[in-house]
């Protein structure tokens, strides 16, 4: 099992940077890849960026050039999210895809105001 920790989020204005960071505490070399997901109510949780142990991010179109993710360390991955639009408002949460199995983090809030 990997368990994954994260932080950052919060409140910005449009037009505004946060970071987010997801780390794993368990069982890293098993993973796979490591991702940021988000979900607002009532619609489905969407891919934002995702990166395998080796490689390069992909990200949603409506991410590209504005975020980044990659590797801090072996553990940890960092989303740079910059030029942020009130559309990027959600939940994210981290998820990782690991040879045991798919795991989630709790999930933290990005709101983007107007």
């Known amino acids: 099992q990997v368990q994954l920790v994260e932080s950052g989020g919060g409140l910005v204005q449009t037009g505004g940077s946060l970071t987010l960071s997801c780390k794993a505490t368990?069982?890293?070399?098993?993973?796979?890849?490591m991702g940021w997901y988000r979900q607002v109510p009532g619609k489905q949780r969407e891919m934002v960026a995702t990166?395998?142990?080796?490689?390069?991010a992909t990200y949603a179109d409506s991410v590209k050039g504005r975020f980044a993710l990659y590797w801090q360390s072996r553990s940890t991955v960092i989303l740079q999210m910059t030029s942020l639009r009130p559309e990027d408002t959600a939940v994210y949460y981290c998820?990782?895809?690991?040879?045991?199995?798919?795991?989630w983090g709790q999930g933290t809030q990005v709101t983007v105001s107007s």
């Open positions: 368990s069982n890293i070399y098993s993973i796979n890849s």
């Open positions: 990166i395998p142990k080796s490689g390069d």
């Open positions: 998820g990782t895809n690991s040879r045991t199995g798919d795991y």
